[in-house]
């Protein structure tokens, strides 16, 4: 995997540059060197948490959409078992953008259901970049309905910039794909976790979005459409994207005050690019955490929690005198 770097974070590289250089250097017998070693390795950390404890919304957004940062795949290797991949949706085709699938957590077993975008050009093309065909959500959706005939937990992973927006697609019923999968889900008869590992765009997103916890990886974004979109059709300019992410609040901590989701799960510092076993494990340790009140809860009770969550988003309260 060739590294690649976003333009704030090109003071941190040219000092890593140095030490990997000063290290090289290093026989274990100049002191001086050793020192230059300590100082550069404090200056680094230093330098990266003042970086990212100021990210904007905007630079967020880039890193959510890194090309180094883990992707579903990964977080399959890196959190579960003996993953077995479900193909088709008995009606058309495979969809390779979103994968489905059998896997165990911690013995627990689970379906997973996520959007995989692929790392070089052909993985890229043969992923369709993370963006579903219909019959992608309508695989996801034949998944789930096994995962409740067998009592089984759902985990989705979201990261795509959205459903694919083709003519084909669009003829083979896109938006009823996604209408369908929000009607089922939410009041699909097993426990489901959504987790925003990266980038959670529009319809595409919440077509697999609609579960009893909604969790969010640090760096990642949530939002109905991408800032450049939002800039096209506000000021017909999409160099002004960096405005429009900043006015939509798409982070998680934007989302957790709104109660969007409800959990934000720690990167390691730098994100999840830099280290994604230290992603992979903090991802799993959410999902330790969050699963077994879940499996736990009577089913009716389960269904009338999640309907009250979705119901509760976006409400407005009055003030005295009746202005909202």
Known sequence: MILQYLDFERPIVDLENRLEQ??????????????????????????????????TRWQITQLARHPNRPYLLDYINLCFKNFVELHGD??????????CGFAELD?????IIGQQKGRNTNEKIQRNFGMANPEGYRKALRVMKMAEKFRLPVITFIDTPGAF?????EERGQSEAIARNLL????????????????????????????????MMEYSVYSVISPEGCASILWRDTAKAE??????????????????????????????????????DALKAALLETLPPLLSMPIPQLLERRYRKFREMGAMKRKAGGAA
């Open 90 to 99: 008995r009606a058309f085709r495979d969809d390779p953008p979103l994968v």
């Open 243 to 280: 405005v429009a992410a900043e006015m939509m609040k798409i982070t998680a901590p934007d989302l957790k005050k709104f109660g969007v989701i409800d959990r934000i799960i720690p990167e390691p510092l730098g994100g999840a690019h830099r280290d994604h076993k230290a992603a992979g």
């Open 22 to 55: 000063l290290k090289r250097l290093d026989d274990g017998t100049d002191k001086g060197v050793k020192e230059e070693i300590g100082k550069l390795e404090r200056k680094i950390g230093k330098i990266r948490k003042e970086v990212f404890s100021h990210l």
């Open 184 to 215: 089922e889900m939410s009041h699909l008869k097993t426990p489901i976790v959504v987790a925003v590992i990266g980038e959670g765009g529009s319809g595409g997103a919440l077509a697999i979005g609609v579960g009893d916890e909604i969790l």
């Open 165 to 169: 927006p083709g003519i084909g697609a």
């Open 107 to 111: 013995g627990q077993q689970a379906i």
